[in-house]
Structure formats: C-alpha cells, structure tokens
Antibody, heavy 119, light 108 residues
C-alpha cells in the first residue's frame, strides 16, 4: 500500500525558508519511472504544481518559482524534501506531495499540510 | 505557459448528467487527467490519459478529449459526487505540470 505523508512547520515568518518533508512508504524512490511531486493549494483556490523529482534524480520546477525552490530525495530514508526560500503571505497554502509512475499524472496523494506565512 | 480553462461551477440535479469542460490550445494533442477533491480532502485521480479510470472510479465517470476541449462526464450524478474537479496535463514542451483552475460541481 502506497502512502505519502507531509511534515513541516505550520507557521513561518515572511522572508524565512520553508522546509517540507514527504515520507513515503509502499514503494522505493529508486524504482524506475517513479517520481514524487509537490503541489500546493491556497485556501479556496486552485491546485498549483511546484516541483517534481524522479527516480534518477531528474528534477523539474514550476518556472515562475524556480529560483525559490529546491527538491531533493533521500532514498535511504524514503523522503523527498522541498525547500522554498523567501516566504511571503501569498505562499500560505496546503502543501501536498504526490506519487507518479512517470506517466504524467499523480495517482496517489498525501493529505497535505497547511502552512501559514505570517509575522 | 500553457493554460487550462475550466468553468468555475457546474450544477446538476441528481440522476442527471454533469459535464465539466477543460479548455486549452490544441488540448486534443495532450493527455488529460482529472482529479476529484472532496471538501477538506486530498485530490483523488478519477480519470487518466483522457479516458481511463483507475480501479475504484465508478463507471459513471468518463472522459473525452478532442480539439480544444477535454470533458469529464459524470452520468447518473449522486449527492456524493459534489466536489471540486481539476483537469491536468503534462506540458512536454516546457517539461512541467499544468492544472486547470478547478470546477465546483454542485448537486442540487
């Protein structure tokens, strides 16, 4: 059974760096084709894809946020970490990680974690 | 960047058919995926690659894609289908994921 669980701070201050961890189980981050992505959703708004890391460590980023994002994976710990620098109140959102088999869609999602940016 | 356009809301009477559209430039040449998000819940994939259903998705859900519009069709709508629905594609030209703005389905 594949599961993904997000963890990280619920509250960050403007200009701080956000670090979120996605801990996965039921699959290996080394399995061919597999990827884990991060998607966020501001309250009452649409889904917004942020980043994706594949089994071979290839990475993709949302172009408009590329300069602020970094995604890494730790296969031994079954974790994918997203960092976002220079946080702003407009970055307040539920941040979710999701699994892909490399076919262009996310077949399983974590429950997400709400991050509020406020001083 | 590539843009997917969805109507903000669709309303339907129980037992009728709901059609949720997703518009995009030459979207027919893309593979479109659909997610259902119940209030307070994580999104769930309901249709992938235009028309395929993951195990667990009722047969009442179907998808199509041609020209400039992809459509998620829900037949014999039930109260439990009330949710937000998002379309998504992989923009291979720019190598990234694109989501539509979402459609709130209301079952009257």
């Amino acid at each position: 059974q594949i599961t993904l669980k997000e963890s990280g701070p619920m509250l960050v201050k403007p200009t701080q760096t956000l670090t979120l961890t996605c801990t996965v189980s039921g699959f290996s981050l080394n399995t061919g084709g597999v990827g884990v992505g991060w998607i966020r959703q501001p309250p009452g708004k649409a889904l917004e894809w942020l980043a994706l890391v594949y089994y071979d460590d290839e990475k993709r980023y949302r172009p408009s946020l590329k300069n602020r994002l970094q995604i890494t994976k730790d296969t031994a710990r079954n974790q994918v970490v997203l960092t976002m620098t220079n946080m702003d109140p407009v970055d307040t959102a539920t941040y979710s990680c999701a699994h892909t088999n490399g076919d262009g869609y996310f077949d399983l999602w974590g429950r997400g974690t709400l991050v509020t940016v406020s001083s | 960047s590539y843009v997917l356009t969805q109507p903000p809301s669709v309303s339907v009477v129980p037992g009728q058919t709901a059609r949720i559209t997703c518009g995009g430039n030459d979207i027919g040449s893309y593979l479109v995926h659909w997610y259902q998000q119940q209030p307070g819940q994580a999104p769930v994939l309901v249709v992938y690659e235009n028309r395929y259903r993951p195990s667990g998705t009722p047969e009442r859900f179907s998808g199509s894609n041609s020209g400039t519009t992809a459509t998620l069709t829900i037949s014999r709508v039930e109260a439990g289908d009330e949710a937000d629905y998002f379309c998504q594609v992989w923009d291979s030209g720019r190598d990234h994921v694109v989501f539509g703005g979402g459609t709130k389905l209301t079952v009257l």
